[in-house]
């Protein structure tokens, strides 16, 4: 009689990037040879044409591949994760971007963590000198200072996140999908435990373009996510006024000079016909949630229209102004 053992589900959600999910399979099924976890990847291509050589070496490199002929958008492709999570009875369960590099070794080294992990989920990110730690809120506390809005740093086990998965979908438009499984997850058990591992024996994060481009093309790929932010809290804590706008506040004290730079960002799809107001919902949306959180936040608001960050890339570009602006977005797959 064979006894079943854990599984753990890479999902790994793609577009014209497709591949880069090859290499991506490839490395994690090169390494992560356990007797105690066994590793299942799914890659879920949307939006575009695949010869059949494309589609024969992409199911070649991975145990299941979804086609969507049809454009799905980014967000609707990644959280469609946690559905097949359910439906694939997964015990654990990542979301992994297709721009993410993997190093050699990372197979191996996500082995030995799921293997070991004694908590309710693993962060991939900083150690600063701490390897474990409880989550109380992912909107604030730890919420903001760990890397958990990034599709690609969260492992989840399935069995704690299992009936917060669906809000992946609910709020899948805020682009914020991942952040709602967290906070349902946190109003079900009021507290997660965490165990984080180093990113640096993950990813490969030397940078393959230069800042300027980077920070030309996210103003246009993460705007509406940035006022997703604001959006996402109102939603999730709309029957808790207090909590709601003093985590508004927060988000608007670290982040109003921002507003300028991300109002003049342009649709993604205008290629396609699709205009930079079609695209742009949530600014508008979030607008009303940020304008009464507080006595100064109308002041903060619209002082942040003016393009702080743009003006400051016409003198010089620093380290700093590299980590603010795209650091903590760029692994998001849109």
């Known amino acids: 009689m064979s ?17 880069l ?5 490839r490395t994690l099924r090169a390494e992560f040879d356990s007797l105690k976890v066994s590793l299942q990847v799914i890659i879920s291509v949307n939006g575009v044409q695949l010869t059949p050589k494309e589609i024969a070496n992409l199911e070649d490199a991975c145990d299941r591949l979804i086609i969507f002929e049809e454009s799905l958008g980014g967000d609707t492709n990644i959280n469609l994760g946690f559905l097949l999570a359910l439906q694939e009875h997964s015990d654990f369960f990542w979301i992994l971007s297709a721009n993410d590099t993997l190093i050699a070794s990372s197979g191996s080294e996500l082995r030995s963590a799921i293997e070991n992990l004694e908590f309710d989920f693993l962060i991939i990110g900083n150690l600063n000198n701490r390897l474990s730690g409880s989550l109380l809120n992912a ?11 990034l599709i690609s740093a969260v492992i989840y086990r399935t069995e704690v996140f299992k009936n917060a998965f669906a809000n992946s979908i609910k709020y899948a438009w805020t682009g914020w999908g991942q952040l709602s499984v967290l906070q349902n997850a946190l109003f079900e058990r009021s507290v997660l435990k965490y165990e984080l591992v180093d990113e640096k024996k993950i990813y490969d ?4 373009t230069s800042i300027e481009f ?5 103003k246009s790929n993460y705007r509406h996510s940035f006022f997703g932010y604001p959006l996402i809290i109102s939603l999730l804590f709309k029957e ?7 985590l508004i506040r927060k988000w608007l004290l670290a982040n109003w000079y921002k507003i300028g730079y ?4 342009r649709s993604p799809n205008q290629a396609l016909g699709q205009s930079a107001k079609d695209a742009f919902w949530t600014g508008p949306l979030s607008r009303q949630y940020i304008l009464k959180s507080g ?3 109308p002041l903060l608001y619209f002082f942040g229209h003016i393009p702080f960050l743009d003006i400051s890339r016409r003198f010089v570009f620093t380290k700093r102004l590299h980590s603010v602006l795209f650091t903590k977005d760029k692994n998001r797959n849109k």
């Open 139 to 149: 909107f604030s506390g730890e919420g903001i200072q760990l890397p958990i809005g």
């Open 262 to 265: 991300f109002k003049t960002g």
């Open 214 to 218: 980077q920070v030309e093309k996210n």
């Open 205 to 208: 994060r030397i940078p393959t």
């Open 3 to 19: 006894v079943s053992i854990p599984k753990m589900l890479v999902y790994i959600p793609t577009y014209v990037d497709h591949h």
């Open 295 to 297: 006595l100064f936040s």
């Open 240 to 246: 808790d006024q207090k909590s709601r706008n003093k």
């Open 21 to 25: 999910a090859l290499d991506q399979a």
